[in-house]
């Protein structure tokens, strides 16, 4: 039984300007490529290293891009770092990586959108009691696709995903009792 690569050696040729020649060579150059081809490259994710997937690169000390969305837009995060409930300005990359400059991805055009932080933890009062916050808002954000509420209780202000059944002036509970089952 001949094998694939000696059964090209024997029945097939190529015509290159006039002369008939084996094309075994040629097949031989391209399975000893630099970047070896994996079969089961959609079986393995890429890991932190970068090295992965269909090609695997050698030498690569950066890690490979991450999904395309982040190459959209950057917010302009206060200098402080400090928590605000006011709308922050954005940095559009058209489709660049902030890093590099790189082109990653066609983006481009659109309206502008403006980013607001959120507050993901809702936590009750140190000594038990249930934490109460007045809604005064709900509305969209441009960068969240859930809208977001505005929240207060006496001095502090925080934006939170808002939940089906929120309408402003609701008052909203936090605690941390797990209540027991009946039954």
Not at 23 to 40: A, D, G, V
Not at 94 to 104: A, F, H, N, V
Request: charged residues 25%.
């Amino acid at each position: 039984m001949l094998t694939m690569l000696q059964s090209a050696r024997i029945f097939t040729t190529s015509l290159v300007i006039g002369k008939a020649r084996c094309i075994l060579p040629i097949l031989e150059e391209q399975t000893r490529s630099y970047f070896r081809w994996n079969p089961n490259h959609y079986k393995f994710p890429n890991p932190p290293g970068g090295h992965g997937g269909r090609h695997p690169r050698k030498g690569l000390t950066r890690q490979r891009p991450a999904p395309m969305r982040q190459y959209v837009y950057k917010p302009l995060l206060p200098e402080d770092g400090k928590y605000t409930v006011d709308p922050i300005p954005t940095h559009r990359l058209g489709g660049r990586d902030p890093e590099t400059g790189r082109k990653i991805v066609y983006r481009g055009g659109g309206l502008k959108r403006t980013y607001y932080m959120i507050d993901h933890v809702r936590k009750p009062n140190s000594d038990g009691t249930p934490y109460e916050e007045r809604v005064l808002k709900i509305f969209k954000s441009d960068c969240h696709t859930s809208f977001l509420a505005l929240v207060g209780n006496g001095l502090n202000l925080r934006n939170l995903y808002a939940t089906a059944n929120m309408t402003p002036g609701m008052i909203i509970r936090s605690h941390g009792d797990i209540p027991k089952i009946p039954g």
